[in-house]
């Protein structure tokens, strides 16, 4: 029944238009919000809580499915690839996809920010409230952030990993032994059709989160724009606005341009249409600033929405949603030379370039939570010798241009979805044959 396409697109189309509806309805509510709160900070509290609470539901709804997805995904799309030589074709396809898409957002942001300068002369370098990361009180070299990501890998326990939602450990674990199971034949055929069931299960349970997921949304919205306050629209944005427009303007570019021309270029098709049917994941990664929750409903949308397989999904979005971060990476680069420009830092080319591969590294290290790449950030500033405290600069818009970021991060899995589907359905034919 759910299977007729009429359907299915008319059910797609209504939950876009009530998800771009909740979006607005959140914003424009959220904006007015700060003006109408009572004054006396208890009850101020509370009524954020109020707001806010249909939105913390959601968020618990959604990353109670990471865990099962990403684990059920992963061990069936690996062991359905059968063939070893598809396997490793997969891998190493998406692995290029997020390489190269994730290096030219880093310089397209280099490029941007070196244009239009928004650091130089006029930004005021008044203090800004609230409380630094502790990374970037006490910051770690890139050598160790890397070893950190690499050990992260392998987590020595798998329930803790579950509960850190250490996405990337469970990754490799899953695929392992998807691997595995796939050649023991027989043997591996029951745990294989458990972890299939499982995964239909988990995924229908998504079906329903996502008629939820519009009014949780604009809760979220609503109590973060609340709490930001009034300082935050009347003070911060006017000083930082050449900052914010830099970034906008460049995550635009690349999920304008870049990404649908790397779409078309592939599949021939029309990129914006593609986009169209995941505009519902690219709303939730607006509100929730976090690619790890979104992650059922990008599934959903990738599978639903835009027909890609099973196999193709399940294995490039948890992995994107982990390690390809293309609007982070703008966003590290663009931040950092942002702060160079405002303490008078002149930055050599050979500066520029260690900011290109700290900013990559920063973003595949990042995880998929709300502001993490804030906290990956002191990685870049202390690879070009600037000390990780100036990040302050920047902290009281960090949750505003998170959720561009995040949306970029999402479309940027997604795109790559859609790329290495197309050449794995072209390579299909040719397989079998071979076989
Ligand atoms: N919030 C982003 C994400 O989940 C990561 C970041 O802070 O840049 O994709």
New binding site residues.
């Given amino acids: 029944m759910t299977d007729d396409p009429a359907r299915l697109k008319r059910r797609a189309n209504a939950l876009v238009a009530f998800t771009a509806t909740a979006v607005l309805v959140g914003a424009v509510l959220g904006w007015m919000l700060p003006g109408w709160l009572p004054e006396d900070a208890e009850s101020r509290r509370l009524t954020l809580l109020v707001i806010g609470f249909p939105g913390e539901l959601l968020m618990g709804m959604l990353k109670m499915m990471v865990v099962p997805l990403v684990v059920a995904t992963m061990v069936v799309g690996i062991a359905s690839l059968g063939d070893i030589r598809k396997a490793g074709k997969i891998g190493y396809r998406t692995i290029a996809y997020y390489a190269v898409t994730t290096g030219m957002s880093v310089l397209t942001g280099i490029i941007l920010v070196n244009i239009i300068q928004p650091g130089v002369g006029g930004t005021d370098l008044a203090p800004v409230g609230g409380e630094l990361p502790q990374s970037l009180m006490q910051p770690k070299g890139a050598l160790e952030s890397l070893l950190q990501v690499v050990k992260g890998m392998f987590p020595p326990n798998l329930l803790q990993a579950g509960v850190e939602m250490n996405v990337l450990g469970l990754i490799v674990f899953s695929v392992v032994l998807g691997a595995v199971l796939s050649t023991m034949g027989e043997r591996g055929r029951p745990v294989l059709k458990f972890f299939d069931s499982f995964n239909e299960a988990i995924m229908k349970i998504v079906h329903l989160i996502v008629w939820y997921a519009p009014i949780g949304i604009a809760s979220l919205l609503m109590a973060r724009m609340g709490n930001a306050g009034e300082a935050f629209f009347t003070e911060e944005i006017p000083r930082l606005a050449k900052y914010m427009t830099t970034v906008i303007v460049g995550l635009g570019i690349h999920v304008v341009i870049t990404l649908p021309l790397i779409y078309w270029l592939f599949k021939k098709g029309n990129p914006f249409k593609y986009l169209l049917g995941m505009a519902q994941a690219l709303l939730t ?1 607006f509100s929730t ?6 992650l059922p409903i990008t599934l959903e949308c990738a599978r639903n929405n835009n027909k890609i397989s099973e196999r193709t999904s399940g294995f490039v979005l948890p992995l994107g ?1 982990t390690i390809n ?1 293309d ?2 990476a703008l ?1 590290e680069a663009v931040a950092v030379i942002f702060i160079a420009q405002s303490l008078g830092i002149d930055l050599t080319l050979g500066q520029m370039v260690v900011v290109f591969f700290t900013a990559t590294l920063a ?1 595949i290290g ?11 950030m002191a990685i870049v500033l202390t690879a070009v010798g600037i000390d990780p405290r100036e990040a302050g600069l920047i902290l009281a818009v960090d949750w505003f241009l ?1 959720r561009f ?2 949306m970029v ?2 479309a940027g899995d997604a795109i790559g979805a859609g790329v290495v589907d197309h050449l794995e359905q072209r390579d299909a034919p040719a397989l079998a044959a071979a076989a």
Avoid: F, K, Q, W
Wanted: aromatic share 4%; charged share 10%.
């Fill in positions: 990664a600033a976090s690619s790890s929750a979104t949603a971060m609007g982070t966003y973003a990042a995880a998929g939570i709300p502001e993490a790449g804030l906290v990956m998170d970021r995040t991060n999402v």
